[in-house]
């Protein structure tokens, strides 16, 4: 069940956004050389100790939707705890992803000196899911995390995003 409802969650926010060799750092996630328009960072190579601080268990793993490339993106998805969290790679500019009116509510945070903000999706009624985006060298990394339908505290998932992303952001290249 899990797994179904974030690869629909997944589905939604790709295909909203589609409109619209190898070097690896100490301590970061390894990257790759990629066709044009495709990301270069590949957010299934974070490692597995930088996940479990996150509260995802590695094992969980899931690499685009279903198993389908999506074009123009790299994904990959864990679960946890009556939490998710999914990291999207692309080639698009920031200031697409934040011109895309399928989101909303975009905040500014403080994530390492990077320019980062939080944002959420326009059709999340629910309030379960909190994106936080920035810049990484040439791609646009967004970390979806989320609550199961039921587990979303009084404060919503943005905080949750906010952690996580503080606690993944070291491991994605500049």
Same mark, same amino acid.
């Given at each position: 069940?899990?797994?179904?409802?974030?690869? =629909?969650?997944? =589905?939604?926010?790709?295909?909203?956004?589609?409109?619209?060799?190898?070097?690896?750092?100490?301590? /970061?996630?390894?990257?790759?050389?990629?066709?044009?328009?495709? @990301?270069?960072?590949? @957010?299934?190579?974070?490692?597995? %100790?930088?996940?479990?601080?996150?509260?995802?268990? @590695?094992?969980? %793993?899931?690499?685009?939707?279903?198993?389908?490339?999506?074009?123009?993106?790299?994904?990959?998805?864990?679960?946890?705890?009556?939490?998710?969290?999914?990291?999207?790679?692309?080639?698009?500019?920031?200031?697409?992803? /934040?011109?895309?009116?399928?989101?909303?509510?975009?905040?500014?945070?403080?994530?390492?000196?990077?320019?980062?903000?939080?944002?959420?999706?326009?059709?999340?009624?629910?309030?379960?899911?909190?994106? =936080?985006?920035?810049?990484?060298?040439?791609?646009?990394?967004?970390?979806?995390?989320?609550?199961?339908?039921?587990?979303?505290?009084?404060?919503?998932?943005?905080?949750?995003?906010?952690?996580?992303?503080?606690?993944?952001?070291?491991?994605?290249?500049?």
């Amino acid at each position: 069940m899990r797994s179904w409802g974030v690869a =629909v969650l997944v =589905v939604a926010s790709v295909v909203g956004l589609a409109g619209c060799g190898s070097t690896s750092v100490e301590g /970061q996630a390894e990257t790759t050389r990629s066709e044009a328009g495709e @990301p270069i960072f590949d @957010p299934c190579s974070i490692p597995d %100790e930088v996940l479990r601080a996150a509260g995802a268990d @590695p094992a969980t %793993e899931s690499r685009d939707i279903l198993g389908v490339k999506q074009p123009g993106w790299k994904l990959c998805d864990w679960g946890g705890d009556g939490t998710a969290i999914t990291v999207f790679a692309t080639a698009q500019a920031l200031s697409e992803i /934040q011109a895309n009116d399928r989101f909303t509510s975009f905040m500014s945070i403080d994530l390492d000196d990077r320019e980062a903000f939080t944002f959420r999706e326009v059709t999340d009624k629910r309030n379960e899911y909190c994106d =936080v985006v920035f810049a990484a060298g040439t791609d646009t990394v967004m970390i979806k995390s989320g609550y199961f339908a039921g587990r979303t505290p009084a404060e919503g998932p943005c905080p949750l995003a906010i952690r996580n992303a503080r606690i993944l952001a070291p491991s994605i290249p500049d």
